[in-house]
T-cell receptor
Framework: EAAVTQSPRSKVAVTGGKVTLSCHQT?????MYWYRQDTGHGLRLIHY???????EKGDIPDGYKASRPSQENFSLILELASLSQTAVYFC????????????FGEGSKLTVL | GQQVQQSPASLVLQEGENAELQCNFS?????MQWFYQRPGGSLVSLFYNPSGTKHSGRLTSTTVIKERRSSLHISSSQTTDSGTYLC??????????FGKGTVLLVSP
């Protein structure tokens, strides 16, 4: 069974603070993604990566950075957290060479105060 | 405009009834996927279905590209089917665009 784990599962941050969300996959997948979910907006793509040491912008990258130090790990970094970044964040991986199916982590609930 | 539209936004069923969830898209598509989001928030992949019909237990997914639609049929619904169903379109390579989902409630 494919496995994507996220940490932390829940975090409260202060406005202007730095937040790092981490994602680890044991699927041996090339592609990894970060999505945010907000009520009324569904899931929106922030950043993605298809190879270690390289990241790509998604649909809503402003205010976020991403890091892919290895095939297994993909981080999302909020350098200056803002109230509008309160959301649930999901990491996912996919094996695009084969099925293209997405496997999601359990989500990280971020509250910025 | 929004590329992916799901309907209905919400649906209430009695256990045992069937459900038909729709996903309409306004762009060309590379792939279509369906996901189930549990009430607790985690997401589970149901189907990767770029075209045609696929079956999995009580679930059936049908994608008709030329009509720009995909559907998810749930037969003999159960209370454990309650949750949110999301479709996701891949208009180009690598990037999925999600619909806002259909919230399903199955009552006993």
């Amino acid at each position: 069974e494919a496995a994507v784990t996220q940490s932390p599962r829940s975090k409260v941050a202060v406005t202007g603070g730095k937040v790092t969300l981490s994602c680890h996959q044991t699927n041996n997948h090339d592609y990894m993604y970060w999505y945010r979910q907000d009520t009324g907006h569904g899931l929106r793509l922030i950043h993605y990566s298809y190879v270690a040491d390289s990241t790509e912008k998604g649909d809503i990258p402003d205010g976020y950075k991403a890091s892919r130090p290895s095939q297994e790990n993909f981080s999302l970094i909020l350098e200056l957290a803002s109230l509008s970044q309160t959301a649930v964040y999901f990491c996912a991986s996919s094996d695009r060479a084969n099925t293209g199916q997405l496997y999601f982590g359990e989500g990280s609930k971020l509250t910025v105060l | 405009g929004q590329q992916v539209q799901q309907s209905p936004a919400s649906l209430v069923l009695q256990e045992g009834e069937n459900a038909e969830l729709q996903c309409n898209f306004s762009t060309s598509l590379n792939s279509m996927q369906w996901f189930y989001q549990r009430p607790g928030g985690s997401l589970v992949s149901l189907f990767y279905n770029p075209s045609g019909t696929k079956h999995s237990g009580r679930l059936t997914s049908t994608t008709v590209i030329k009509e720009r639609r995909s559907s998810l049929h749930i037969s003999s619904s159960q209370t454990t089917d309650s949750g949110t169903y999301l479709c996701a379109l891949e208009p180009g390579y690598n990037k999925l665009t999600f619909g806002k989902g259909t919230v399903l409630l199955v009552s006993p």
